[in-house]
């Protein structure tokens, strides 16, 4: 079968490769649609997602496709059904699993990560972590699943109540996703800082954002005004933002995937005098049956955010920023058809 794989460090090749064997507790997914993201961008490049994707392998970590195949043990799927896939694979022994918090594993291990994934014909996956989809959810939007139920997980660590108001920076795809999470979870006043006019033009008229503020052209965040802050940006500049723009008994998500060195500057006394919670959101436990209802429900409108649908020969191109502005892209494996 063809597959895209990385070969190493900043190196994908088209090769011919064999398809994935079974054991009797896992799944062989006909691949439809693989999401392309960040992270992707960060294992390309050496640096590590969930954990670190050791060359040769076949990225791809959002996924959605048809079950071609299932293992003697497998009772959760069925051949011929449509799925999305949680990359994530726990190991259930360690202290961190055994005390309900699986995302911090220490033996974590991933699909398209870890382990070969969706930038193939076909890949593998435990059936644990399979997940059917209704029939009115597209394979396209199904692989989008994964990076959603990571912004649910961001969002089910707060305290959220209806009076609340809240900031996202960043207007990439995650930051856009919060936009339409928060308001599912009944927060109903939403802004929204980035640095792409057309963007955040987008979410004020088509998605109910209440104020926008291009810090790339001046525009300034207000300063203590808001319950709840989502960065989702990254950088020890935004992250500093979310905390200035904090209120007092604030909430700030630091959502955004900073470099592995970097460091911000946090005014000591006022997270003590503002009483802030600061918290971190690493993937997604356990929330892929509430993203798959997201999603469902029609409470999410992820198609008007895929900017761009690549081929195994284009991905080169988004790795290498050669795309221009990339609102989300996908990688198109198969198709919609059983």
Not at 267 to 293: E, H, M
């Amino acid at each position: 079968m063809k597959a895209l794989v990385l070969t190493d460090v900043k190196k994908l090749e088209v090769l011919e490769v064999d398809k994935p064997k079974l054991s009797n507790k896992e799944v062989l997914i006909k691949t439809a649609y693989a999401g392309i993201c960040g992270t992707d961008h960060a294992l390309y490049s050496g640096l590590p997602g969930s954990a670190k994707a050791i060359p040769p392998i076949v990225l791809g970590h959002e996924n959605s496709g048809v079950v071609a195949e299932i293992g003697t043990k497998v009772t959760n799927v069925k051949i011929g059904d449509r799925v999305s896939v949680d990359p994530n694979i726990y190991c259930g022994q360690c202290r961190y699993c055994r005390t309900k918090r699986p995302e911090l594993c220490q033996n974590l291990s991933a699909v398209g990560v870890t382990r070969n994934g969706g930038f193939a014909e076909y890949f593998s996956a435990p059936a644990s972590v399979v997940y059917p989809i209704p029939d009115n959810v597209s394979l396209k939007t199904a692989a989008i699943i994964e990076p959603i139920s990571c912004a649910v997980h961001g969002i089910q660590l707060l305290k959220l109540a209806a009076w609340q108001k809240a900031l996202i920076i960043g207007d990439g795809f995650m930051g856009q996703l919060f936009v339409q999470i928060l308001q599912a979870y009944g927060i109903y006043h939403v802004d929204l800082a980035g640095i792409i006019d057309e963007k955040l033009e987008l979410n004020k008229t088509k998605f109910g954002v209440n104020k926008t503020f291009n810090t790339s052209k001046g525009g300034l965040i207000p300063e203590a005004n808001y319950d709840i802050v989502i960065e989702a940006v990254g950088m020890p500049i935004t992250q500093e933002q979310a905390i200035k723009a904090a209120a007092r008994g604030a909430q700030v998500l630091m959502f955004g995937v900073g470099k592995p060195n970097d460091t911000f500057k946090v005014g000591t006394y006022g997270v003590f005098q503002k009483q802030l919670t600061i918290q971190g959101s690493f993937i997604n436990p356990y929330t892929f049956v509430d993203s798959v209802a997201l999603l469902s429900s029609d409470k999410l409108n992820v198609e008007t955010l895929i900017s761009h649908e690549l081929d195994y020969e284009t991905v080169d191109d988004f790795v290498n920023d050669k795309l221009g502005v990339v609102s989300k892209a996908v990688v198109k494996i198969g198709s919609e058809n059983k």
